[in-house]
């Protein structure tokens, strides 16, 4: 209720003139892949288009393609948005390809510009690779049914809609309008807008609605620098490096308390990280592993368990890393070729961070009282077995256990409280 009352907010604000009624036109631009950030920006514009009484959302699109679970909440959040949404693929030479096709079938209203085409939407690896035949079918399989069931619901040709996933098939703005495939044509948003007026949109629940456009009022909605951050940091590999670097970080300001730009570091990268995570598709159990070895990374900083800490947490690492992120696409989980090298960072550092550590323990102290043992001094006041000596510069109450006249050099052996234990230095 807060982010609709915030949208509202935001939306009069950027908006210079008075609304006009109900026929505020909200506009969303997408000209990139489907992904995270793609999805938290459609939610974004859906909430302030419901928050501001718009009468209509038109998103102009031109996407290659993207993520299937991004696309699915995509897809779920414009079938189920409020206020009609029209996809308009634009400008000339535009496309709504892969990902991009089930958010043209999606909308209330599909709309194409001359020279622009849609399709195309097999499924493929993250980085466009072909998958696996087990994988390819599941996933095919399941995007064809995805398609069918929103082309039916919209009144469109299930039959070309499903064509467009299994043989990959892509059309033109005419071959898709032909095919009942999109709604109309129009050239720009003007010409949109006045095809739109006393348009009857059927929404997907049934329910039917006529939009007045007389004299539309149009907003733009921006993506905003939250929006822009997380299309940078949402590759699941760019969010665990910088997990990892918030990681090595925080454990070598503890191991190194006072060092400060570590933490720092460490924990903005932390925080970038849960950002991105917070819209992947994330394994809690992978989590807790990682979670599990920052916590065997810590102890063993406090306890001295020989490496063994290190190691159990250097396992978990590993296999949370793995299981961090949960995607039917291999190409779009944490890949192995980041968590070995990483994996082989954080035990490099870890072994360096506690080699320090046990070469301070076993270092003689050269400090304090303890650093005077094994220092030579001279008796000037004879030992008898109590006496002075003259040891670092200072005078000490000293014991020995048989006498040592003045002038004698001695050794200290060790300290007990505030009196050097001695004993003669072997004369040449």
């Not at 038109?58 to 991004?70: H, R, Y």
């Not at 007389?214 to 665990?240: M, T």
Request: proline fraction near 5%.
């Amino acid at each position: 209720m807060i982010r609709r009352y915030l949208a509202a907010l935001f939306l009069l604000a950027a908006t210079s003139a008075p609304a006009t009624g109900g026929q505020r036109v909200l506009v969303l631009t997408m000209d990139d892949t489907i992904q995270p950030a793609s999805l938290r920006y459609l939610r974004r514009g859906l909430e302030a288009a419901d928050a501001s009484g718009a009468e209509v959302t038109v998103l102009e699109l031109n996407t290659p393609g993207g993520l299937l679970t991004s696309l699915r909440q995509m897809t779920s959040a414009i079938t189920g948005a409020r206020r009609p949404v029209v996809v308009f693929v634009r400008p000339s030479g535009a496309q709504a390809a892969s990902a991009g096709f089930f958010l043209l079938v999606a909308a209330d209203v599909a709309v194409m510009a001359p020279g622009t085409n849609a399709g195309a939407a097999h499924p493929v690896g993250g980085e466009g690779q072909e998958l696996s035949k087990t994988i390819a079918e599941k996933v095919t399989n399941d995007a064809a049914a995805l398609i069918r069931s929103l082309a039916t619901q919209r009144g469109r040709s299930s039959e070309w809609a499903e064509k467009a996933v299994t043989e990959s098939l892509s059309y033109t703005e005419r071959e898709a309008l032909d095919k009942h495939l999109i709604d109309l044509v129009a050239s720009d948003r003007g010409e949109l807008l006045k095809a739109l007026h006393g348009w009857k949109v059927r929404r997907f629940d049934g329910a039917e609605e006529t939009l007045d456009l007389s004299a539309p009022e149009v907003v733009l909605f921006k993506p905003n620098a939250g929006d822009r951050l997380l299309s940078v940091i949402a590759h699941p590999n760019i969010a665990y490096l910088l997990l990892l670097l918030g990681m090595l970080g925080i454990y070598f300001e503890l191991s190194h308390p006072g060092a400060i730009l570590p933490g720092v570091i460490g924990g903005v990268s932390i925080l970038l990280a849960l950002f991105a995570l917070s819209v992947l598709p994330v394994n809690y159990v992978g989590v807790l592993l990682i979670l599990l070895a920052i916590g065997f990374f810590v102890a063993e900083v406090k306890v001295t368990s020989y490496g063994l800490l290190a190691a159990a947490g250097v396992i978990s690492f590993v296999l949370g890393s793995l299981m961090l992120v949960d995607s039917p696409f291999p190409s779009m989980r944490v890949g192995l070729e980041v968590v070995l090298p990483a994996a082989v960072l954080v035990a490099a550092v870890v072994i360096f961070l506690l080699s320090r550590v046990l070469r301070v323990h076993r270092t003689v102290p050269l400090t304090g009282v303890e650093g005077l043992v094994g220092e030579e001094g001279e008796v000037r006041k004879a030992l008898e077995p109590v006496g002075k000596v003259f040891v670092h510069g200072e005078y000490w109450e000293a014991e020995s256990t048989a006498p040592i006249p003045a002038g004698r050099r001695v050794r200290v052996v060790r300290v007990e409280g505030k009196k050097l234990i001695v004993e003669e230095f072997p004369q040449t």
